[in-house]
Structures are given as C-alpha cells and as structure tokens.
C-alpha cells in the first residue's frame, strides 16, 4: 500500500516488526510550528545531495501506514528518533499510534491504520545531517524487524537522512535548557554558558554523555575544536574525546555572532 496514491511507497517492501505490525510505507513532511492539523507540505530537497530539509524549529511530521498482521494483545508505542553522526539524540518522540486514542490492542487482524508522528526540531540543533529512525516498543522492549525468512533484524528501522538548517535567527539564553550555568570564556568570540552532564554513576565500559552549549560573541575567524577529558582526583585522564563545538560537520568559521551552539 501507498500513502498517496500519486508517488511509488517510500518502502520498497513491507517492514515486518516480530509478525505483529508492518509498515507498509511513510512520508515526511514539514508541519511549520506545529499547529497545522492536517498534513503539512512536503520537505524541500537540501542541494547538491537532495536529501530532506527544514529548519531548527519547526516540526518534522512522519505519516505511517500500518498493517496488523495478527491481533496484537498489547498496546505498542511507536519511537521517532533524530541523531546526528555520532549517535547523539537531538529529538525524539514516543508516542501510542493516534496519540493513544486508537492502540494497537483495538486493531484487528489485517486491518491497516493511518498514523502520524509529530516530531518537534530543538531550535538549538546544529546544522547539519542526521538520521531517522523508528523503532516500535513493548513493555519488554523494542520488537526486532524480521526478513521473509523469520530470521531478526535488529529493532531499528532507518528512515534515511534529513538535512536541519540553522534558524531563521539566534536564540535567546532562556530558549535553551542545561543543568548547570558555567559563563566560561574559552577563547575570544567563543564562551561555554551550560552544562548538563548524564548520569553521575557509570560502570567501566558504560558512556557518559555531556552536552554544553556554547556562545558565539563574535564571528569566529578559526576552526576550533573542543576537547573533553575524564580525569581523576590525581589528574590521571582516563577518557578524552574532541570535535568541533557543534559537531563535526559544523565549523565554527560559520557560525553567526551571537549564535548560540549545542
């Protein structure tokens, strides 16, 4: 089945999770601020490699088309993620298909169910590429895809790129939230104002995450990189790891002054 009628499915087979649900296809598009209660208009192509594209801001609306392919006993929860190269989470969107007011635990067999996810782009989101993903959750735990053959695929369904560019303008302090308020300048034009630091506990091989947010005063006239070190009261480092302020794929020589950066 197809979304809509007058394009191929995006899928060019069905996506089978455990033999409970299938997606049958998906469609992106750009929901502006939110408040458009039908469908929204269709992402514009992010040139020269033509894939997706909005803005820091505004709504990324995901329509799936399900099919039931037994009468699932349970209610199923549908996760929309958006991460950047490095397995970052900059959005994500948990949602019951319909917003809970049709669960999977009504559908019946065979039946196929229009659905869609709203997934909101912090206005903070550096620019750049990143990856969509789907996974569909129980209780237990995300439902591994499985092949033709019954064999499983992993719980992860990838939906391709989407290309986020930066806001229309720099945001406010109070528009972006972190834990801990630093006011730390690092170097001219460049100053770390937050914090927000994961879990204060972790095992040997587990990953801390670290995000901070950074304060472009001025235009930055060089490439800069940011290193972060793990160290003990004795100033043994144990961990260190660097890249540029807003990622990778985002120089500092463009970002704006007065940008804020996360």
């Known amino acids: ?16 999770f455990k033999g409970q649900l299938s997606l049958l296809d998906y469609a992106l598009s750009n929901a502006g601020d939110g408040s458009m209660p039908a469908a929204g208009t269709p992402l514009a192509a992010f040139e020269p490699d033509g894939i997706p594209s909005l803005v820091a801001g505004e709504v990324l609306r995901l329509d799936l088309l399900w099919k039931a392919n037994a009468a699932p006993a349970k209610s199923y929860a549908v996760t929309a993620r958006l991460a950047d190269s490095s397995g970052m989470l900059w959005a994500i969107r948990d949602s019951e298909p319909a917003d809970g007011r049709y669960p999977t635990s009504l559908w019946a067999k065979d039946e196929v169910v229009r659905d869609h996810i709203s997934l909101r782009v912090p206005p903070d989101t550096a620019p750049g590429r990143y990856s969509l993903k789907l996974e569909v959750v129980a209780d237990s735990g995300a439902l591994s895809i499985v092949d033709n053959a019954g064999n499983p695929a992993g719980p992860t369904l990838s939906l391709g790129e989407v290309f986020v ?8 302090l109070g528009d972006v939230a972190f834990a801990s308020r630093v006011d730390v300048r690092l170097t001219e034009g460049l100053t770390l104002v937050g914090v927000t630091v994961g879990r204060p506990e972790l095992s040997a091989g587990e990953k801390l995450e670290v995000q901070v947010v950074w304060h472009a005063t001025l235009r930055i006239e060089r490439d800069l990189r940011a290193i972060l070190t793990l160290r003990d009261t004795s100033g043994t480092v144990w961990a260190e790891t660097g890249r540029r302020p807003a990622g ?12 804020l950066l996360r």
Request: charged fraction near 25%; proline fraction near 14%.
């Open 1 to 16: 089945g197809s979304l809509h009628a007058e394009r191929p499915p995006a899928l060019k087979e069905a996506v089978n």
């Open 165 to 172: 560019g930066p806001a229309a303008s720099p945001l406010a």
């Open 248 to 259: 990778d794929h985002n120089p500092t020589t463009l970002r704006r002054e007065g940008e």
